[in-house]
T-cell receptor
């Protein structure tokens, strides 16, 4: 069955460092991959989308890579800030895009 | 503009009762999704609407769950004869996704927290 794996352990980093989160998937050939941020008690908020024919996407301090051979995406936050502390969710969708499936998320803590 | 609105924000119900959860999508968004999120877990896909048609109901956990949508507007998720295992946050999202699927992001509401006692 289709599976998305994100590191279930929380990631603790120091302010100013780069945070790197991993998303691995199996039994799926997504047309595109998305990253969302979720704060406690709130719905997820869209951050970045990368398509299967793109290797890398950047937006301000965020960078996403997508390796369809390894079936892996890496999400980087450079110059991290305490305000970046949240849960980050990886999501995949096929060409039809109807059924977007999500990973369980990785909790990030940025210490001042 | 207004985002996705869900009501109620919290619902406590007794086991065996029926509940209705409401979602008001962003105006003009043709696609609407329902997800369930149990405590500390990821989002579990329930159902997807394109307009008022539901091409994919594969995620509905049982026949106690049903959903409707009026045109490209409000959707309701109904859970009949609630069980304690139904306790979770139910999230709704909308998207301006076209039939061809261009990878539009999902816009989420803040969810309805359902507690079945």
């Amino acid at each position: 069955s289709q599976k998305i794996e994100q590191n279930s352990e929380a990631l603790n980093i120091q302010e100013g460092k780069t945070a790197t989160l991993t998303c691995n998937y199996t039994n799926y050939s997504p047309a595109y991959l998305q990253w969302y941020r979720q704060d406690p008690g709130r719905g997820p908020v869209f951050l970045l989308l990368i398509r299967e024919n793109e290797k890398e996407k950047r937006k301000e301090r965020l960078k996403v890579t997508f390796d369809t051979t390894l079936k892996q995406s890496l999400f980087h936050i450079t110059a991290s800030q305490p305000a970046d502390s949240a849960t980050y969710l990886c999501a995949l969708a096929n060409t039809g895009g109807f059924k977007t499936i999500f990973g369980a998320g990785t909790r990030l803590f940025v210490k001042a | 503009g207004a985002g996705v609105s869900q009501s109620p924000s919290n619902k406590v119900t007794e086991k065996g009762k029926d509940v209705e959860l409401r979602c008001d999508p962003i105006s003009g968004h043709t696609a609407l999704y329902w997800y369930r999120q149990r405590l500390g877990q990821g989002l579990e896909f329930l159902i997807y609407f394109q307009g008022n048609s539901a091409p994919d109901k594969s995620g509905l956990p049982s026949d106690r769950f049903s959903a409707e949508r009026t045109g490209e507007s409000v959707s309701t998720l109904t859970i009949q004869r609630t069980q304690q295992e139904d306790s979770a946050v139910y999230l709704c999202a909308s998207s301006p996704r076209s039939v061809t699927g261009q990878g539009s992001p999902l816009h989420f509401g803040n969810g309805t927290r359902l507690t079945v006692t």
